[in-house]
């Protein structure tokens, strides 16, 4: 087909063509007028992070044109990853490096990246421990790698395991520990060994323990002048002796009249060969217990210069009479516990005896041995007793005139055993105990562990001796540890069950925290005629009676020709102590497996 424009002749076919052709060019023509879209500036909320080593941190894209990649320049450094407009950044190695981001019109944004080196740090800088213990310490922070050494390694040595040093108490003695890192940061620990740590002792569920240790005390009671300088040095020279007998625990029990001879609660003696004795106990690892005996029945004596001072504090009969220790021997005069110038003296005496020596090595307390009044004589009916007496009844509004002390000697029967009289004198009786450990931790602090003697011998004299024994327990409020004396009955050669259901009674109805242990387990003389086998059975009964704290042994000292005392003059033991010591590792394994 042919067409015609203005007298031109056009084939259609050449006509079609070129129509394509302009619309092509049209088209061209018409895309390349349209006007260009600029690329954004990318931009980050953050242009530098720091951050440690394992943390991540998220860098916020504010602008950019999408399609966002990220690149690390050291990958040992830090790791980035990115989630439409969030990077997250990861630290990895300690350093610095940079992080790219791009996006899809190759805008970028650079984030500098700091991963500081670590300080190095631990959980402990300095450490007390007992020779032969082990103790872990944590490296907080650091840069790996870490190596360690030992000043001196006679003392203590050392070793680590990834971020643990773990040190071995070998001898007695300070050093340093140095820990030092990959980056060669180093830090130091101050170690301490010693032989003994008193901050490490416990009493509790009945027991003793060290470091956390359950320890069972053999404890040696040696009877000596401890403001004699010459014997306290031949004990001192013992330690080892005893030691190897397996005793733990040394009770020093000093008498009031051997370091105050006036009587007035200053001590005129030097303390100096007491402080050597504590010093040597502690350092060789045992502990010293301190008793100060301060009455004068069955063995004590008060000092001379006390009655000068004090001319009524003697204790007063049912008959109107002084009292004398008659009943154990000694003769020596009885002071009245009602006394208020005897007890303010004594807690004198006891004040600056704890002022004098290192209390903190002290394992425990002990007031005066066996309180008691008396078993065979009847005391005290003193103008000072009679006195707390009516204060006491008043106190307790008790006005029947059958419990009235009477005026005049003789005391009748009647009242010396009248129920409301014993238990007003088995009260005092505590309460001068209760005192007497106050007075110790008036110096030694709060927490100071005290002992106390519990007398329970025969019963058809106990109530002279105390009053209500139930009343006394009761009322004894300031003890930790009760020792039970009698623990043997001897009129009957059997345990002496009384005593200890006594102890446990007041111990389940008030809820003490007592210790139960024995006062005088076994003594040179008192068990002198029993076998073997029944001293044996002496033994297991203390521990069928629940104790789990130890034994006390009187008198440790080494003479053949003195019936108190347990050792011959080689230190071979007597019949009483040798089915101990010969058999020390059995007992151990019994008081361990033996629930009571």
Not at 135 to 153: H, L, P, Q, R
Not at 184 to 212: C, M, P, Q, R
Request: aromatic content about 10%.
């Amino acid at each position: 087909m042919t067409i015609v424009i203005s007298n031109i002749r056009i084939n259609k076919k050449i006509l079609s063509a070129f129509s394509l052709a302009y619309l092509i060019i049209t088209i061209i023509s018409c895309s390349e007028n349209k006007p260009d879209i600029p690329a954004i500036d990318l931009k980050l909320d953050k242009s530098a992070v720091t951050l440690k080593r394992g943390k991540t941190v998220a860098v916020t894209i504010k602008s950019g044109n999408g399609g966002y990649s990220v690149a690390t320049k050291d990958e040992k450094i830090a790791t980035a990853s990115v989630n439409e407009n969030i990077v997250t950044i990861q630290a990895v190695g300690e350093g610095m490096t940079t992080i790219t981001v791009t996006d899809k019109q190759q805008k970028k944004a650079i984030i500098n990246v700091i991963v500081p080196y670590a300080s190095l740090k631990l959980d402990k800088s300095a450490v007390t421990l007992k020779r032969g213990k082990t103790i872990a310490v944590t490296i907080e922070s650091g840069n790996g790698g870490y190596s360690v050494t030992t000043k001196d390694e006679k003392i203590a040595t050392a070793s680590v395991n990834e971020n643990i040093v773990t040190i071995q108490a070998v001898g007695e003695g300070v050093t340093v520990i140095t820990i030092i890192d990959s980056r060669e940061n180093t830090t130091n620990i101050n170690v301490n060994v010693v032989i003994a740590n008193s901050d490490l002792w416990e009493i509790k569920n009945g027991k003793f323990y060290d470091d956390d240790e359950w320890i069972f005390l053999k404890i040696a009671k040696p009877l000596r002048d401890f403001s004699n300088a010459s014997q306290v040095d031949k004990l001192i020279s013992e330690l080892d002796i005893l030691q190897s007998k397996r005793y733990n625990t040394i009770e020093i029990n000093c008498y009031w009249h051997h370091f105050d001879h006036n009587g007035d609660g200053i001590p005129d003696k030097s303390l100096a060969p007491l402080n050597w004795l504590i010093n040597a106990i502690y350092k060789k690892g045992m502990y010293p217990c301190l008793s100060l005996e301060t009455y004068a029945v069955g063995g004590g004596t008060i000092p001379s210069g006390f009655w000068d001072r004090n001319p009524d504090a003697y204790a007063i009969d049912d008959k109107g009479n002084r009292v004398k220790d008659t009943e154990y021997g000694f003769g020596s005069s009885v002071v009245s516990i009602f006394h208020s110038g005897y007890r303010s003296t004594v807690h004198e005496f006891i004040k600056n005896m704890a002022k004098g020596v290192d209390t903190d090595k002290i394992l425990y307390f002990e007031t005066t041995v066996e309180p008691q009044y008396m078993g065979s004589i009847a005391l005290c009916y003193s103008k000072m007793a009679k006195k707390e007496y009516e204060k006491w009844r008043e106190e307790n509004q008790i006005t029947d005139p059958e419990s009235e002390m009477p005026p005049t000697f003789p005391i009748p029967a009647s009242f010396v055993k009248n129920p409301t009289w014993n238990k007003f004198r088995a009260q005092f009786l505590a309460k001068w105990v209760n005192e007497d450990a106050a007075a110790y931790r008036s110096i030694a602090g709060e927490k100071a562990y005290v002992a106390v003697d519990y007398l329970d011998a025969n019963e058809n004299v106990q109530y002279l001796r105390m009053g209500d024994p139930i009343e006394f327990l009761t009322h004894l409020t300031e003890a930790n540890i009760i020792q039970v004396n009698w623990s043997w009955y001897f009129p009957n050669n059997t345990p002496n069950q009384k005593a200890y259901n006594r102890v446990w009674k007041v111990l389940n109805e008030h809820s003490r925290d007592w210790v139960v242990s024995e006062h005088m387990t076994f003594n040179g003389s008192d068990f002198v005629n029993y076998t073997e086998l029944q001293l044996n059975r002496i033994l297991e009964n203390t521990l069928k009676q629940g104790t789990r704290f130890g034994w006390e042994f009187v008198n440790v000292s080494n003479n053949s020709r003195d019936n108190f005392s347990l050792y011959e003059d080689d230190w071979a033991p007597k019949k009483v102590i040798k089915s101990v010591d010969n058999r020390w590792e059995y007992w151990l394994e019994r008081i361990h497996t033996t629930e009571p």
